[in-house]
């Protein structure tokens, strides 16, 4: 069955520091790992989506990277207003299954 | 592209009774997929649609539950005899068929059951 791990639950980052979020599956044939931010009371709003090991992607503050058997999203430097939950996705046979997610809150 | 719609955004709703949900999805995309999150979990699939065929139905679907796609566009999931625990947050998603197209949320519908 297919599965998607994430830690830490909840992350307390001091404003620049960075830090990394972990995020483990395990799936019979990977079509793609997603990786979303939510805000409190809204939907998932897509960052990223990675296809193969190896594979990097960059936006702002953010970096995700994959390998064979997880993903990390990596945070340099980042404000409060990265405060957030990320959740990460495996898409396999035509649906996304998530992980629970990391609470990250960033203090000034 | 104006996203994925969703409405009512929230809804507060007596045990027993029935609710309905719609969802647009972006224009043209064929796939439309729905979910249910709880506080502090992820998003759980419950069904997904292919134009306005139904192609897959989780387990956390019952009976009381159902979801309709009529004309390929826009669709509804209706949650018959509510009880406490449909008390969630209902997300629509779609995207293109094609190979490595982004799911796109909407902004979710609450159901409070009380």
């Known amino acids: 069955e297919d599965q998607v791990t994430q830690s830490p639950e909840a992350l307390r980052l001091q404003e620049g520091e960075s830090s990394s979020l972990n995020c483990s599956y395990t799936?019979?044939?990977?079509?793609?790992l997603f990786w979303y931010r939510q805000d409190p009371g809204k939907g998932p709003e897509f960052l990223f989506t990675?296809?193969?090991a190896g594979e990097e992607k960059e936006k702002e503050r953010l970096k995700a990277t994959l390998t064979k058997k997880e993903s990390f999203l990596h945070i340099t430097a980042p404000k409060p207003e990265d405060s957030a939950t990320y959740l990460c996705?495996?898409?396999?046979?035509?649906?996304?299954?998530f992980g629970t997610g990391t609470r990250l809150q960033v203090f000034p | 592209d104006t996203g994925v719609s969703q409405n009512p955004r929230h809804k507060i709703t007596k045990r027993g009774q029935n609710v309905t949900f719609r969802c647009d999805p972006i224009?043209?995309?064929?796939?439309l997929y729905w979910y249910r999150q709880t506080l502090g979990q992820g998003p759980e699939f419950l069904t997904y649609?292919?134009?306005?065929?139904?192609?897959?139905k989780s387990r956390l679907l019952s009976d009381r539950f159902s979801a309709e796609r009529p004309k390929g566009s826009f669709s509804t999931l209706e949650i018959q005899r509510t009880e406490q625990g449909d008390s969630a947050m209902y997300l629509c998603?779609?995207?293109?068929?094609?190979?490595?197209?982004?799911?796109?949320f909407g902004e979710g519908s609450w159901l409070t059951v009380v």
């Open positions: 998603a779609s995207r293109n068929g094609g190979p490595g197209n982004t799911i796109y």
């Open positions: 996705a495996v898409y396999n046979t035509d649906k996304l299954i």
């Open positions: 649609f292919q134009n306005e065929a139904q192609l897959e």
């Open positions: 224009s043209e995309h064929n796939r």
């Open positions: 990675l296809y193969s």
């Open positions: 799936v019979s044939g990977l079509r793609g």
